[in-house]
C-alpha cells in the first residue's frame, strides 16, 4: 500500500491505496478539484483485502477536517449492495423475489402495505422513497428508529 496526501481548497486528503487502484485515487483528487467536492471518503476492498482507504476535504457543516472516521451518509450507494446481496440470497433458494415482505417481515404489513412484494421493495415500486415523518436528530443512526418509522408509514401510491 502507497501512503497519499494531497492538499486542496477544501483541506488535506490523505490515506492508502494499492498501486493497481492509482485511477481511483486520480478520481478522488478529481471530484475535489474540478467538481467542488467538500468532503468525501472511499474504502475498496478486494478479497478481503484493503485495496483503496481515501478520505479529506471537510465536513460540509462546521467545516471540520473530514478524518479517516468522520461518518457520512451514503443514500443511493446501498442500492447496487442491496440488489446484490438481495439476489445472491435468491440465487441461493434463501429469499423469494415473489413473495410477500410480510412473510420475512411481518411488522411490515400494515397501513396498505399488506400486499407488498419483495421484488417490489426492489424496484421501487413499493411507494416508500422516503418516509413523510419529520426526523428526530441521529434519526440515521438509530435502527430500531428508522424500522418502526418504515413499518408505520403509509405507501406513497
Known sequence: MENFSYETKAGSLQGSYDAKFKPVVDAFVENFEKHDEVGANVAITLEG???????????????????????????????????????????????????????????????GKEETLVSMML???????????KLKDGAYYDYDYMVKLLEEEEPFW
Open 49 to 111: 483485502k484493503t485495496v483503496v482507504d481515501l478520505w479529506g476535504g471537510r465536513k460540509a457543516r462546521g467545516g471540520e477536517p473530514w478524518e479517516k472516521d468522520t461518518v457520512s451518509i451514503i443514500f443511493s450507494c446501498t442500492k447496487g449492495a442491496t440488489s446484490l446481496c438481495a439476489h445472491m440470497l435468491a440465487d441461493r433458494g434463501q429469499l423469494d423475489l415473489d413473495a410477500k415482505v410480510a412473510g420475512y417481515w411481518p411488522e411490515y404489513a400494515r397501513n
Open 123 to 133: 424496484d421501487h415500486s413499493a411507494g416508500q422513497p422516503h418516509v413523510r415523518t
